[in-house]
């Protein structure tokens, strides 16, 4: 009798094993299993918030998120086909560029952002620095300032768009290449948000941050002029005349990227591997009173709704989507 | 008995070898056992790196040998390496003689310290000592007042590189002190030498050997170095860090030629290196 018993037990216990890995097919429409979202790094504080609340909402989801230089994670989905059902850049035109057609069929511009110079209380001259006189003290010998990689990192190609800017509306001839001359290729980190432990740790006086990413995590800035900030699209027609070169597909190869305002895009990935539970992510993202909100708080102003650029883009998004967008260019 | 017995012809009949045991071992499950295991392990380790060694074509791997950045970056890996091992044999070779010969309360606890490093997650290592760096930290302002600069530097490379090679080097040479029997060093002393005169005269040069073996562990674990290095300083270049910037830049056809270089000179390195130090005789003791 005792024996049976024991068998059945066991029975039970491997059955289990059988019928459990089943059941998500018998469970319904839920958003359930692994979503990889590659985003980047400044986005990395409100993507964790909205991960926390997502997940909670939908307790069988699990997000996986991977940070880094936007050029870069674009180029790991479309050079090295690493799976990914979500893309989120910090410039909207990497999508573009890297990811349409081929990876994905849609862009939503969903957020704004600038550049600000950050330092913190220990950083050299932090009691005199202002707006009117960051350039100086950025070209003093001894200032360690520093931004990201412009070849993998928006963020990075941005700080000198911001740079040259600066030199047109300043009317200081030279002044990019003084500025660049202080500051050596060790100061050049592969994603911004690096700059900000060299930062606290004190191995860096100044970095060129997002607004965002200042706020998140606790430092001081210096808020610039829309017309070098890069943070308002009505001056994208003076954005534009900062031209930075950035390496293309193949060492030695070049792109040149245009001055343009910080606008933020996402997309899914073509083929993805839990399209229900992305679309449900992106539907909480985008919502006004959901990511949008997150992103709000944390100090990113978003685009409330979010745009995309053509009627008949809105019209090949996804269902649930599709209302949270207007058409505007 | 039969005069005319022979060992030799008893031995070859019975098919023993020399010591009495059978010569012939092909049905013991064990030969079988060591065979398989054997062959396991060495497809293991080979089967990846002569996939990688023979994916790029000979072109990508002309192209950048001539990429002076590329030979800038293995050149920067291999005398960073280099210095790390050096430093580890000058503070390292009196720390792990006293751990070989005395032993004092709290003994097993400082050798699990000097295995620290070993098992402490690289970036870890990185940020702990760019934390002890900075403007922030006592000593970070002291050695920024006198001019030494870790965030981004060859110093801090070496720094790095010596925190993590330091076991490896400390661990080889007390093993190899260990295996020199106190006696001699006790005669020495006995006959009016003293402790450095010993150590120089009797102790070194029976342990030289494996205080060169010690560097090689110590140069091979420093050059393979990533994870902690790139937090400490992204540029200058190390090789480990160009290869990972340029896979995630550029993807794995411009990589891999990097990789296949660097393993190639660092085989070619520690071949040589294995060479000038020639097999120890047994000791016969």
């Known amino acids: 009798m005792k024996r049976i018993g024991l068998l059945a037990k066991w029975i039970f216990c491997l059955s289990l094993f059988v019928v459990l890995p089943l059941s998500p097919m018998v469970a319904g429409a839920e958003p359930q299993g692994d979503v990889v979202i590659f985003h980047a790094g400044s986005l990395t504080v409100p993507f964790a918030k909205m991960e926390k609340v997502f997940e909670a909402k939908y307790p069988k989801v699990d997000i996986l998120r991977e940070a880094g230089g936007s050029t870069k994670m674009a180029r790991m989905i479309s050079e090295l086909n690493k799976p990914a059902d979500i893309m989120a850049s910090a410039d909207y035109k990497v999508i573009d560029k890297a990811l349409i057609p081929a990876k994905a069929a849609w862009n939503i511009r969903f957020a704004t952002n600038q550049l600000v110079l950050c330092y913190t209380d220990k950083s050299k001259f932090a009691s005199e620095v202002n707006a009117d006189n960051w350039y100086d003290i950025l070209e003093r010998k001894g200032v360690i300032w520093g931004h990201s990689d412009p070849n993998l990192d928006p963020c990075g190609y941005r700080s000198l768009m911001v740079l040259q800017l600066a030199e047109k509306h300043y009317a200081k001839a030279g002044l990019y290449d003084r500025l660049i001359a202080n500051r050596p290729k060790k100061n050049i980190r592969p994603k911004s948000v690096e700059l900000v432990s060299l930062l606290k740790t004190g191995n860096m006086d100044y970095a060129w941050e997002y607004l965002s990413v200042a706020v998140q995590h606790g430092l001081k800035y210096l808020l610039l002029p829309d017309e070098i900030n890069l943070g308002n699209y009505k001056m994208d027609a003076f954005y534009k005349k900062a031209e930075v070169k950035v390496t293309g597909k193949k060492p030695g190869t070049w792109i040149t990227r245009k001055g343009k305002s910080c606008t933020y895009g996402i997309t899914m990935i073509k083929n993805s591997k839990n399209p229900e539970a992305a679309e449900a992510f992106l539907a909480y993202l985008l919502d006004p009173e959901g990511g949008l909100k997150v992103l709000k708080d944390m100090g990113q102003p978003p685009f409330i709704p979010c745009r995309v650029s053509s009627e008949k883009i809105k019209t090949d998004l996804p269902g649930s989507i599709k209302g949270l967008v207007e058409v505007k260019n | ?285």
């Not at chain 2, 060591?34 to 791997?61: A, H, K, Y």
């Not at chain 2, 001019?147 to 060859?154: A, D, L, N, R, S």
């Open chain 2, 1 to 285: 008995m039969n005069p005319f017995f022979s060992a030799r012809g008893y031995y070859k009949e019975n098919k023993l070898n020399v010591y009495g045991m059978k010569k012939k071992i092909g049905k013991d499950p064990w030969f079988f056992i060591t065979l398989f295991c054997s062959v396991t392990v060495v497809t293991f380790i080979l089967f990846p790196l002569i996939e990688m060694v023979t994916q790029p074509s000979l072109q990508d791997l002309k192209d950048t040998a001539g990429d002076t950045d590329v030979l800038r970056s293995i050149w920067l890996s291999i005398y960073t390496s280099g210095l790390a091992a050096v430093i580890s044999f000058i503070i390292g070779t009196p720390f792990a003689y006293l751990l070989a010969r005395k032993n004092f309360f709290g003994k097993k606890v400082v050798e699990s310290i000097i295995d620290l490093p070993i098992m402490i997650p690289h970036p870890v290592v990185g940020i702990a000592i760019l934390g002890l760096a900075g403007k922030n930290h006592w000593l970070g302002q002291f050695m920024q007042s006198i001019g030494i600069h870790i965030m981004g530097t060859v110093t801090g490379i070496v720094t790095v590189l010596t925190f993590v090679g330091l076991p490896f080097y400390v661990n080889t040479v007390k093993t190899g002190f260990e295996a020199i029997p106190v006696r001699l060093e006790n005669v020495s002393r006995s006959l009016g030498a003293s402790m450095s005169g010993t150590f120089l005269r009797v102790t070194f040069p029976l342990a030289w050997r494996s205080m060169l073996v010690g560097m090689i562990m110590c140069c091979a674990r420093a050059i393979s170095e990533f994870g902690a290095v790139v937090i400490v300083a992204y540029h200058p270049m190390i090789a480990p860090v160009m290869i990972y910037e340029r896979f995630t830049a550029y993807g794995l056809r411009y990589s891999q030629p990097v990789a296949v270089w660097l393993i190639f000179v660092c085989l070619a390195l520690f071949i040589l290196l294995r060479i000038v130090s020639p097999v120890k005789e047994k000791s016969g003791d």
